[in-house]
C-alpha cells in the first residue's frame, strides 16, 4: 500500500506581506543603480540578491521534495537548477566573459522562468494552495527590477 501524500498547506496572509517586503531590498538597488550610476554598487548587490533569491526558491523546492511522497528525485533535481544557473552567472561575470548588465537581465530571466516549475508543482499537488498568487508577483516583480539594474548598467558602460 503506497503512502497517501501529506495534506497540503495554505499560503497565508503573512507570507504574503514578508513575500512582498523582500522585494524591497531590489528597489534599493535599482534606486542606487539609477542614482549611483558612477559606482557598480547598485548592480552588483541587486545581482547578489536575485542570486540569493533564485537558491532560496531553489531550497524551497529542495523541501517541496522532501516533503512529497512522490516523484521526489525529480523535484529534488529541479531544486538544485537555480543554484546552479546562480553560480554559473556568477562565474561567468566574475571572470568578464558576461558584462554585468547582461547577467543581471539574464538572472532576472530566470527568476520569471521559476514560474514554470511552480506551475508544475501546483498542477502535481506538491505546492501549497495559493502558491501562485504568492509566487506570480513575486517573480514577475523581482525578475523586472533585477532586469531594470541590468539595463541601467549597460546604459551607464558598467
Known amino acids: 500500500m503506497t503512502p497517501s501524500p501529506p495534506p ?6 503573512s507570507p504574503l506581506i514578508l513575500g512582498y517586503a523582500g522585494l524591497f531590498p531590489q528597489v534599493a538597488a535599482l534606486a ?17 540578491y536575485a542570486a540569493l533569491i533564485l537558491s532560496f526558491l ?3 523546492w529542495w523541501g517541496f521534495a522532501m516533503n512529497s511522497g512522490r516523484d521526489q528525485g525529480r523535484i529534488a ?3 538544485v537548477i537555480p543554484s546552479l544557473f ?3 552567472l556568477i562565474l ?27 506551475r508544475r508543482l501546483v498542477a502535481n499537488d506538491i505546492a501549497p494552495r495559493g502558491w501562485m498568487a504568492l509566487r506570480i508577483p513575486l517573480s514577475i516583480g523581482l525578475g523586472s527590477l533585477t532586469i531594470l539594474c541590468g539595463v541601467l548598467c549597460a546604459l551607464s558602460g558598467s
Open 8 to 13: 497540503r498547506g495554505k499560503v497565508g496572509e
Open 32 to 48: 542606487t543603480c539609477f542614482f549611483g550610476r558612477d559606482t557598480d554598487v547598485g548592480p552588483m548587490f541587486a545581482f547578489a
Open 58 to 60: 531553489g531550497g524551497i
Open 77 to 79: 533535481t529541479l531544486a
Open 86 to 88: 546562480g553560480a554559473l
Open 92 to 118: 561567468l561575470s566574475i571572470s568578464h566573459i558576461l558584462s554585468l548588465g547582461f547577467a543581471l537581465v539574464l538572472m532576472g530571466s530566470a527568476v520569471m522562468m521559476t514560474l514554470l516549475i511552480d
